[in-house]
């Protein structure tokens, strides 16, 4: 594409800076000197793919390679879109601005079920065939990893093959292995079978699903040499994992436009609701003096003033207080700001606090969950009531007046008086607020609580649970309501449809592969924009399919086999029975730095906590 | 501390970096490039600069320019160097220089707007007109029309494979009339074409000389 095309292509585009790239740190290289081209995709839009920590360590970790050149893609938005099909253009990568298509392996991320449909219409967009079965030769290799890798199988009919687990090294075993098939002009079945044999590569090809007479999943078959599970990868030493030395710095301004520097990957906590907490297990520490280093390089080589620490929870870093000393002994001489996201304020001495100048004094937001003691006990959410309160009353004194509270309603074994909790929760903090002696004079506080409806996901202790009727939910909604007495309480829940949607997503099968198709064949994408979302097509499309969407949400028994069975993420499934019934007694479960509980992911090694 | 203004071109690619996104740009770019600019102090300090005259979404330009103050000891050359290094392909340098004038003398910008027409004389016509009417908004958010054929200096149209419009119009603190409200104007009359680029080239005083 010259200049000038591209130039009419966005003349009526909103941010331009959206596609045309040219950032620092971006990667170019000449294309003729190159094996393996490989396209990046993010199926969502620039600002939200390009704050993404994974692509930036693929990217680079791809660019190092010097046989490959790895580009980026993102879904375009609506107006560039538009303008695509309007200038009978192809959906291009930003770096060459060639077409999808020329690519040789085209690899998504998945890091959420409702960019299903814009990783169709992407493909669509970039002139490649949808279904895997379609396209015959070794070219525009379809590939997927990231969280929703864990249960694949709705979009088992369009990607040819799924990484399991940690991206680092299986990506570059892949692109390697299929540079030495393209160079020996294999066939696609030749390369995938190969592939298979890869620890972390899931290949749905080679497994034939066979379903029961009610749907559920009978058997899940492998092909010739394929392993009958297939183990996610994991690295086993943080320290010695690559780590980019750069980030590509976008002109426009992106969701995180900051150097994230991550310390740890997996998390002691161990809530039964977090599948994050579960699929990224073991936890793993980064040691302090290599988190400082790489965040220095990192802040040098972007020009950033932001150095954003991240992982699940990041207080519970082990050296979290000498790790915030070690980065402020150079961040306050560079000008850089250090900022802890998803901190527990209670954990920390006040003295650090203060030296942190990103902790902002507009709001606060907190994570209890549940309101009630007996429902944080269910979910294993250790926090108790006195806890939230304490942070408060600190955050109080320290001149905060808005706090943010998020819970979640629809989790198993939930009571109306659980609802009740949230708002008497609510109700403490307001109370609180005004039995500070110091409170500013005139203002008033807000305690803004947001309810998502709970989602039950594949590899926790809470698989089994029925996502929530949609009575149910509305009911509790109305309680909610009308419990609420205070007006500093304001409320919000999540979309309902948005919910039903990655719910049936989330523990799908196969069979909602012809649903996803047919319902972007009636024009469903940006599903996780509100704005966007249609929930009526998506209706038709079942109804099309003859695929009953509530058959997904139901309870499942323990020995049902579970359409993920056949993927393997360390976590046991009898840690996680074990887990779902301690929930129904409302017992708790330590955290593994208290003891360790057994949860099968020490099996790939590297756990900083289990005891040896 | 001394005054120094970066002079930069703004090309290509460079062209769809907003103002905005200019500015969180050059915080990085100064602190990469490690000259020692004068920071703001306070909570959030952050290096003080200014834009002479900030350029709209979808220009190149041949003369831009930032002002700021150095703390220190650096050459000119040294810091046009440094920025040298940090500055992408697309945003060659062209030197730094000791502020001459103050950012208020800046009246004039001068303009190229390469067009695709097929009726060269419509836009001749155009010009050649006793008045030309534009929309422009006050600083109020009113729209005004108003008559800029006085405003537009050395307007010329030449044709080497695609026409070019060269004109100079006023540019500062005072008063700015940007090329696009005028390209706007005369799609308005129905003028017939397509813009392939328009391209500040230089920043200029009231005599019409350089700004540096
Ligand atoms: S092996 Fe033990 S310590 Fe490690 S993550 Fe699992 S439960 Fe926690």
Redesign the interface.
Same mark, same amino acid.
């Given at each position: 594409m010259t @200049?000038?095309e591209f130039?009419?292509l966005?003349e009526n585009v909103q941010k331009?800076?959206r596609y045309?790239?040219?950032e620092?740190n971006s990667v170019l290289k000449d294309k003729q000197q190159i094996a393996v081209r490989f396209a990046f995709c993010f199926p969502d839009i620039y600002e939200i793919g390009m704050s993404h920590l994974g692509m930036k360590i693929l990217y680079s970790l791809l660019n190092e390679l010097d046989y490959c050149w790895c580009e980026r893609v993102f879904a375009p938005f609506t107006d560039m879109e538009a303008s695509l099909r309007e200038n009978n253009r192809a959906l291009f990568a930003i770096e060459s601005r060639d077409d999808l298509s020329e690519f040789d392996i085209i690899g998504f991320t998945l890091q959420y079920e409702l960019s299903y449909t814009n990783i169709l219409n992407m493909l669509a967009l970039g002139n490649v065939l949808l279904l895997s079965a379609d396209r015959a030769g070794l070219h525009q290799l379809v590939i997927a990893g990231g969280p929703c890798a864990c249960n694949p199988e709705p979009l088992c009919d369009f990607v040819d093959l799924f990484v399991l687990g940690e991206g680092e090294e299986v990506t570059a075993e892949l692109v390697s292995l299929y540079r030495q098939h393209k160079l020996n002009a294999s066939t696609k079945d030749e390369f995938l079978a190969a592939a298979a044999a890869i620890e972390g590569v899931y290949v749905p090809s080679l497994y034939l699903v066979k379903y029961r007479e009610d749907f559920s999943v009978e058997s899940v078959a492998p092909r010739d040499s394929a392993p009958a599970k297939v183990r996610k990868r994991i690295i086993k030493n943080l320290d010695k994992v690559f780590y980019p030395d750069r980030f590509v710095?976008p002109?426009?301004?992106i969701v995180h436009?900051r150097v994230i520097q991550e310390i740890f990957r997996g998390c002691i906590r161990g809530c039964r609701f977090c599948q994050a907490g579960m699929i990224y297990r073991p936890v793993r520490e980064k040691n302090l003096d290599i988190v400082s280093q790489q965040a220095k390089c990192l802040? @040098?080589?972007?020009?950033? @003033?932001e150095v954003s620490l991240s992982s699940l929870s990041t207080s519970d870093y082990s050296a979290l207080e000498p790790l915030v000393d070690k980065l402020l002994s150079w961040s306050e001489q560079?000008?850089v700001?250090i900022s802890l996201p998803s901190l527990r304020i209670d954990s920390f001495s006040p003295q650090l606090l203060d030296k942190i100048?990103k902790v902002r004094k507009s709001g606060l937001t907190f994570a209890p969950e549940a309101g009630t003691q007996r429902m944080r006990n269910v979910i294993n959410k250790n926090i108790s009531e006195e806890e939230i309160i304490n942070t408060c009353k600190t955050a109080f004194a320290g001149g905060y007046i808005n706090i943010k509270l998020y819970f979640m309603m629809g989790l198993p074994y939930e009571t109306m008086e659980d609802i009740e909790g949230i708002i008497d929760l609510s109700q403490r903090v307001v109370d609180l607020y005004y039995q500070n002696p110091d409170k500013p004079k005139g203002k008033s506080v807000q305690v803004s609580i947001s309810v998502s409806t709970f989602v039950p996901k594949p590899f926790t202790p809470f698989q089994w649970a029925a996502f929530d009727s949609a009575e149910s939910i509305k009911a509790k909604q109305q309680h909610l309501l009308s419990y609420t007495k205070s007006k500093k309480i304001k409320i919000s829940f999540s979309d309902k449809e948005t919910s039903f949607l990655e719910a049936v997503l989330a523990r799908g099968d196969r069979r909602l592969g012809a649903v996803l198709l047919k319902a972007f064949s009636l024009g469903c994408k940006m599903d996780g924009w509100d704005e966007f979302l249609d929930f009526e097509k998506w209706m038709e499309a079942f109804a099309a399919c003859g695929v009953d969407p509530l058959f997904y949400l139901r309870k499942r028994e323990y020995d049902e086999r579970l359409p993920w069975d056949h993927l393997d993420y360390y976590v046991t499934k009898g840690f996680l029975q074990r887990e779902d019934e301690k929930a129904a007694m409302e017992a708790v479960t330590e955290n593994c730095r208290q003891r360790c509980s057994g949860c099968g992911a020490d099996q790939g090694g590297g756990c900083s906590f289990e005891k040896r | 501390m001394r005054n120094v203004r970066l002079f930069y071109q703004k090309k290509g690619n460079a062209k769809y970096i907003s103002h905005l996104d200019m500015n969180r740009f050059m915080m990085r770019a100064v602190k990469r490039s490690g000259v020692p600019v004068w920071y703001t102090e306070g909570f959030n300090p952050h290096p003080f600069i200014t834009f002479t005259m900030p350029l709209s979404l979808g220009f190149e330009t041949n003369y831009d320019s930032i002002e700021f103050k150095i703390e220190g000891e650096m050459t000119n050359e040294e810091i046009a160097e440094r920025f040298r290094n940090v500055f992408p392909a697309t945003m060659p340098v062209i030197g730094v220089k000791d502020c001459v004038l103050k950012s208020k003398e800046l009246k004039y910008a001068s303009f190229t707007i390469t067009l695709q027409a097929a009726d060269r004389e419509a836009i001749n016509a155009y010009f050649e007109k006793d008045e030309i009417i534009v929309s422009k908004k006050t600083k109020k958010g009113t729209i005004n029309q108003i008559d800029i054929k006085e405003k537009i200096h050395n307007l010329s149209l030449t044709e080497n494979g695609a026409l070019r419009l060269y004109m100079v119009l006023p540019a500062g603190s005072e008063e700015n009339l940007n090329p696009a409200v005028i390209l706007d104007a005369m799609k308005l009359q129905a003028v017939q074409f397509t813009i392939v680029g328009i391209s500040r080239n230089e920043l200029l005083d009231k005599d019409f000389n350089l700004f540096e």
């Open positions: @200049d000038l130039s009419k966005v331009p800076g045309a790239g040219g620092l710095v002109y426009m301004e436009d802040c @040098d080589t972007t020009g950033y @003033d560079d000008k700001s100048s | -």
